[in-house]
């Protein structure tokens, strides 16, 4: 896929590789398919969408994740003294 695709979503396959029965013989056997979704932060400074895979289970990668350090600031409280 060229790098600058503009993928939201692609399905690809799982094989794993077998015991081989014949010498020198390479098997692999399809094990799964799954469904990989691209991260849907939009990098407003640079006018796209971020390239990297979403975490699984969620809308954004790992570096985008809502509430992570790195993107917001930690909430202070005051007691009101």
Same mark, same amino acid.
């Given at each position: 896929?060229?790098?600058? =695709? ?7 396959? /799982?094989?794993e ?6 010498? &020198? ?5 399809? /094990? ?8 849907e ?5 640079? &006018? ?5 895979? @979403?975490?699984? %289970?969620?809308?954004?990668?790992? @570096?985008?994740?809502? %509430?992570?350090?790195?993107?917001? @600031?930690? =909430?202070?409280?005051?007691? %009101?003294?």
């Amino acid at each position: 896929m060229p790098p600058r =695709a503009p993928w939201i979503t692609f399905t690809t396959e /799982v094989y794993e590789k077998i015991k081989p029965v014949v010498r &020198g013989q390479v098997t692999y056997r399809f /094990v799964r398919a799954e469904e990989v979704n691209r991260c849907e932060k939009v990098l407003e400074d640079k &006018g796209r969408r971020c390239r990297n895979e @979403a975490e699984r %289970g969620s809308k954004f990668c790992r @570096a985008h994740q809502p %509430g992570d350090s790195k993107q917001e @600031a930690p =909430a202070i409280f005051s007691r %009101g003294d």
